[in-house]
């Protein structure tokens, strides 16, 4: 494994929430169960907590917390190459369900292929909208309720989505992550 980059199955502990507060079909059984059985507030705040708790435990450290929001990619999104430098690391949680991302692939990470570069670097200009100048290293492939935890300097992509409603596509939750 990449030492900048860290996978962990069932990562949270409640995923169906996630994933029956993200979706737009109310009239999904699935969601129509799990809002009979309504999480209080308070313990919906307890669980984001504890999955913090779990990311500043697996980095060692105190983490800030700057941005938490749910994404939704559909098949053909366009996801060009990037690198934060806002930021420490990125957490991605996948939270569509298991059947609908079946050979499916979130994130890729990059190096750039005359310079062997894989980190953002202050005052190197590089095209990353010239796919060609790049070399895809690695691929990580979806699965619900993975954690796909990475440097956020790292030439990296969020993949091309899948699906073409909200209901069937690649759903995640994107943290952006600063050291405290």
Partial sequence: ?????????????????????????????????????RIPEHELKRLEEQSYQKLSEILGSR?????????????????PICAHIQSDWIALIYLQLPLSSLGEFGVSFYSHKETGSEFYSEGKELNTLDESQWKEYSKIPVKYNRLVLFKSRLWHSYGNGFGDTLNNSMLYKKIIIRNG
């Fill in 63 to 79: 983490i800030e917390i700057i941005d938490n929001r749910d994404i939704s990619s559909t098949e053909n999104t366009d996801s």
């Fill in 1 to 37: 494994m990449h030492p900048h980059i860290f996978i962990i199955d069932n990562f949270l502990s409640a995923p169906i929430k996630n994933y029956t507060d993200f979706i737009e079909d109310k009239e999904n059984p699935i969601v129509e169960f799990f809002d009979s059985r």
